[in-house]
């Protein structure tokens, strides 16, 4: 990837290419979808099938989530599967989902999100003919699970550098979801970057204590505009479309940025950019190695080098840009992508932080 087409097809071809080396080697909810592939050879008995189990905040939250399925439409329609999504209610049915999924035959079934951990290490060991993964979470030690983590700082670092060079009020905000260290991540990341550009700019943040509530996302950025900030970055799922719509209502001069997917759409204009984090990529990956005998268990990480984060296109802002800004936005990437910055993933970290030289 680059600065300038950062979301680009080579950025999910490297993470492809990448996720394929390390793969080489061998319920309650609110709603259901099932969408057959095409008919299955007649040499096999039954049609590949996969599932994902959505946390809350559901299919329509326009990030996480939505991300996910994305990744299983693309396998529905070029590997030929069954893909279906459940939607989880609450905590006390991810096992109940997990294991009917199990129950039900299918080959793949992949936890969207951290908090299922615990529901993973109960049901995985029962199933061991199922494949299972895990989405920003911990896998059980299994020779069928995996875990698919991102390095979400490195595109939070970007995104705090662009914030910081773009902000006319030096008063940049972020409004994260639950208060975890997932997403504390994101925030120390955002505030490397910034300080990256300039150490004068202040950065405010809050939490909606959620991922749900759109009104929550809208009133804390109208508080975080109320109190000098012009530009917003959300880590916040659906909430986070709050964030979008305090920063469309105030107008010009004043934007949000996306998360996991390209949400520049959301509002053009008033969105700068979004960090996009290809879960998509990762769970279209994950089920190719499956249906290929290819899967390996354990630990995967994706960052910038893999194509696994990155800015998107800004096809609506990038001409308010300065050309200057790019061009170092693309050095500060080759930096991250060659290992010469190391950006802190707790908040703590930063007293450390040395911003580098570009």
């Known amino acids: 990837m680059c600065a300038h087409n950062i979301c680009s097809k080579g950025a999910s071809i490297a993470l492809a290419l990448a996720l394929t080396t390390l793969w080489a080697g061998c319920a309650p909810s609110t709603t259901q979808q099932n969408t ?22 559901g299919i329509d939250d326009k990030s996480f989530n939505a991300a996910a399925w994305d990744g299983m ?6 590997l030929g599967i069954d893909g ?46 199922v494949t299972f993964a895990i989405i920003d979470g911990n896998a059980p030690d299994l020779p ?3 875990a698919l983590k991102f390095r979400e700082e490195e595109g939070a670092f970007l995104v705090g550098f662009l914030a910081a060079s773009m902000s006319k009020t030096r008063v940049i905000g972020f409004v994260g979801g639950m208060e975890i260290p997932l997403i504390k991540k994101f925030e120390a990341g ?31 950025a109208e ?12 880590g916040a799922g659906k909430c986070g479309v709050g964030v979008i719509r305090a920063a469309e209502a105030r107008g010009d001069g004043f934007y949000a940025i996306g998360v996991d997917k390209d949400q520049d759409g959301e509002a053009p204009g008033h ?12 769970v279209f990956e994950t089920i190719r190695a499956v249906k290929e005998n290819r899967f390996t268990p354990g630990e995967q990480v994706f960052g910038l080098k893999q194509g696994g984060v990155g800015l998107s296109e800004m096809k609506y802002t990038r001409d308010k840009v300065p050309p ?25 970290d930063l007293a450390t932080f040395q911003p580098p030289e570009i």
């Open 36 to 57: 057959p592939g095409n008919a299955p050879d007649a040499t096999r008995k039954a049609p590949f099938r996969a599932a994902l189990v959505l946390d809350k905040g």
């Open 73 to 78: 439409q693309r396998a529905i329609q070029e």
């Open 84 to 129: 279906k999504y459940v939607e989880s209610v609450n905590e006390s049915v991810y096992k109940t989902n997990l294991s009917r999924l199990a129950q039900q035959g299918y080959n793949v079934v992949i936890a969207v999100g951290f908090a299922m951990e615990d529901a993973l290490n109960a049901v995985a060991p029962q199933f061991p003919n």
């Open 144 to 146: 069928n699970c995996a």
């Open 190 to 220: 955002y505030r490397a970057g910034a300080r990256t550009a300039s150490p004068d700019v202040q950065v405010k943040a809050t939490y909606t204590g959620d991922w749900e509530d759109l009104n929550k996302g809208k009133s804390q």
């Open 223 to 234: 508080q975080l505009f109320g109190n000098g900030a012009d530009i917003i970055f959300h």
């Open 271 to 282: 969105v700068l950019t979004s960090m996009i984090k290809r879960v998509d990529n990762a």
């Open 324 to 348: 200057a800004v790019l061009e170092k936005l693309k050095k500060l990437e080759q930096k991250i992508i060659r290992g010469e910055i190391t950006i802190p993933t707790r908040l703590e």
